[in-house]
């Protein structure tokens, strides 16, 4: 016979909601940068992408994606990566994270620069 306390019966409980939920529903973006920001005033530094398409935030016109820590490691090589193909107008393929921020900005899973 097998016994659980109660608090390992409330932690799974609680825990397979997390576990059954279906995907994220992230959306992907394949072109050009049409414009790039970088918030001054934020910390970690940020950088948001606007793009021609619709983001899965899409309730405000959502067309943008961001990342933060965009002065430090993986950051800072997208940023150098974004700044180099929107001067060069290459076509980068970014894979948001599904997850909408308070300003309806989708986060960033991966960039890629063709």
Do not use: H
Request: with cysteine; charged share 15%; net charge neutral.
């Amino acid at each position: 016979m097998i016994t659980c306390n109660k608090k390992t019966t409330v932690f799974i409980a609680a825990l397979m909601p997390l576990l059954i939920a279906g995907p994220v529903l992230a959306s992907t973006f394949s072109g050009k940068v049409e414009r790039l920001r970088f918030s001054s005033g934020s910390t970690p530094a940020r950088v948001s992408v606007l793009t021609a398409g619709p983001t899965a935030c899409a309730g405000a016109g959502g067309r943008d994606y961001s990342f933060e820590d965009a002065d430090s490691g993986l950051g800072q090589l997208w940023t150098n990566a974004l700044l180099k193909a929107w001067q060069q107008g290459r076509t980068v393929v970014i894979v948001g994270n599904g997850i909408c921020d308070a300003f309806d900005i989708e986060g960033v899973t991966f960039i890629d620069v063709q």
